[in-house]
């Protein structure tokens, strides 16, 4: 659906959901998926539809992806680094009930 | 201009206070038209945290107190009736709510102030239970040492605001009642008949008033023969991203939502006139829910608001039939939420029969007007 209008000069690797990808330095995660064909970011916490970025400016929250770990980041917001592991997100993130140690 | 005709009852304001009324007045056979302002009005109905809360209110005034529990007690219905009409679940959750104390101070204060509701209502406000630190920690694992204690209130509960808020205007329009936005009013003309109402719009004319238009009541009150005095007391709201639910309950400092997102406040801010939010602020709000709470410092606010509440000059609402133009009723009123079903299923009817019974006769303005003894 997307592709790259410049080839990239320095490629970044990455895995999404185990799979490994190359970005361009300098992409978002969410370009840099886009790019690889990824159509469903993740799947709505409220009614379960699969969901893709709407606004790529940090405003929709629709491209919300698990990234090292950490839920609900907004992928059109950071940037990808080597060696980064990006999972897809199903559900809504949890925070732990407990008092972190 | 234009001339809307006449219509037996007019609602001025189309918030959730409005809304409410007018849907007990459909409900009771009448259509009344709804007059609101537009989308940029000044909204205490979209800012609000959407409790039904009833722990802790009417000290020093026992009907209020009997009114957030009746309220409460009511909610089932009110929400069930609602979802029955629209097909709109507006998230009713009344699990019991939680008051938390960060100094003894604080834990001393909410427990003396529920003392002396109980007291002073002869035992018939809603129940509670003071808990220390480790009775509260037994029931939410998830607390920080630097709670005290809480208290904790069965009756206690919140709704989802944006879907209540969508499901009275659904019934109402349903129920065949005129909804107009972007007719805010300029005067009310007492007549023979009944009421001259006119805006910028053009006029109509009404049989009954009914004012429900929060800070505007306080303008348009004097009209039709009553006063509503009434100011503005800013809160403030920053709401963090959706996540697992994790805490079911109601509270004054955070409450999460059926979708997810935590609300957190609430802060109250007297003499501000403007609708931005304070930064400085929010870092207090979330200084203090994360106190409560640590792990929400792990999560990211994605939006805070202000918004005004309709604060008559002691904390308590205003319901009143106007003496010189009996036709006329005001009710003014900061819970909106928690006392809707109040206003549906008990003021509506009283409004409909033309007079205001003992569930509402005690909240007149009138009491603000009493000469003080020398």
Redesign the interface.
Known sequence: MFHKLIEPQETLAFTFDGKPLKAARGDSVAAALLAAGVIAFRHSAVGGEPRAPYCMMGICFDCLVTIDGIANRQSCQVDVAEGMVVQSQHGPRVIDGRIPE | MAYLGRSDYVVIGGGVVGVSIAWGLARAGVKPLILDEGDLALRASRANFALVFVQGKGVGFPDYALACMAAAERWPQFASELEAETGIDVALRQMGGFSFALSQAEMDQQRDAREKIARETGGRSANYEVLSYRETRERL?????SVVGSIFCPKDGHVNMLRLFFALHAAVAARGCQYRANHGVRTIEPTPEGFRIIGDWGEVQAGKVILAAGIDNQRLAPMVGMACPLKRDKGQVLVT????P?FPYASTVICQGD??GIKIGSSTEALSDSILTNQSLSAVIAKRAIQVF???A???V?RTWTGFRIMPPDGFPIYEQSRSAPSAFVAACHSGVTLAPNHAFGLAPQILAGRLGAEFSPFTARRFCVPQAH
Do not use: D, M, S
């Open positions: 694992p998830g607390i920080g040492p991203e959706k996540c697992a994790f979708e997810g640590p792990q929400l792990t999560l990211n994605v």
